[in-house]
């Protein structure tokens, strides 16, 4: 005698029916998961493409710094002076507190500074095609250069003598101009660049370049940098020419954006 359930199947019926939906539900199952995980993995793959394509660094410094030879008096490109300048200073940091004066309130720094004999070399941060040459209002230049995939713009600024347009490709290291003369009297003569990172906006936020740096340059250019400040200090008699306190970074009191 057959055996009826409710619904009027028999139990074989009704476990082959249960047994049917089961497969089913599973193979569905198994689908979904394999469409995700096959989702996740374009992710990840274009997330890391995404990725390796805006990873543009700094493969040079923009000049040459070296440890203070008291021999030559030089520390790579960069000339010691017991001459009274602006701040005293050949290195201002990223995020300086620059104090307010008659052209306008007090502002950070928004790009380490360097001063430098006239006539030296000014060299590409990073790989890639100039975005730009601006004329300034020091009546002077910016050269300005994009890496392949990055929005960042990496900036050489306060510059003469320009070697490049718009347009052209550069590798880190290549000159493309000479340092800026403009206010070389409140520098004792000598000449000013500016180094930058730039990030979108108008006016664009700056960045602290030094966490830019490639991983070729990236030590010996801050052990540089803090050996640098030191010599200074040691040279002009005046321990209180950098507060080592404030750095997070060799050459960057912040890591904050700084617009400007």
């Not at 050996?227 to 080592?244: I, T, V």
Request: charged share 25%.
């Amino acid at each position: 005698m057959k055996k009826f359930n409710q619904n009027g199947f028999t139990v074989v019926e009704a476990f082959v029916i249960i047994l049917v939906l089961a497969l089913v539900a599973g193979a569905g199952y198994f689908a979904y998961n394999r469409v995700k995980s096959n989702q996740s993995s374009r992710d990840t793959s274009e997330s890391k493409d995404v990725s390796k394509k805006s990873e543009v660094t700094i493969k040079h410094l923009g000049v040459n710094l070296d440890d203070y030879d008291p021999e030559t008096n030089m520390a790579g490109d960069f000339e010691f002076t017991k001459q009274n300048m602006t701040f005293n200073l050949l290195i201002s940091e990223y995020g300086f507190e620059v104090p307010a004066t008659s052209a306008g309130p007090a502002k950070k720094n928004p790009q380490p500074t360097f001063i430098l004999p006239l006539g030296t070399k000014v060299h590409s941060l990073v790989d890639g095609v100039v975005y730009d040459v601006p004329k300034l209002y020091s009546n002077d230049y910016s050269v300005r250069v994009q890496g392949e995939g990055s929005d960042l713009i990496f900036e050489t600024e306060h510059v003469i003598n320009v070697k490049v347009k718009q347009g052209d490709k550069v590798k880190a290291g290549d000159v493309v101009a000479e340092v800026s003369d403009y206010d070389a009297k409140n520098y004792a003569g000598l000449g000013l660049v500016e180094i930058g990172v730039l990030k979108g906006g108008n006016p664009p936020q700056h960045m602290c370049p030094f966490d830019y740096l490639d991983e070729s340059i990236k030590d010996r250019t801050l052990k540089k940098i803090t050996a640098f400040k030191k010599s200074w200090e040691d040279y002009r008699g005046d321990s209180s020419l950098y507060d080592e306190s404030k750095v997070v970074i060799p050459g960057c009191l912040t890591r904050d954006p700084i617009e400007g």
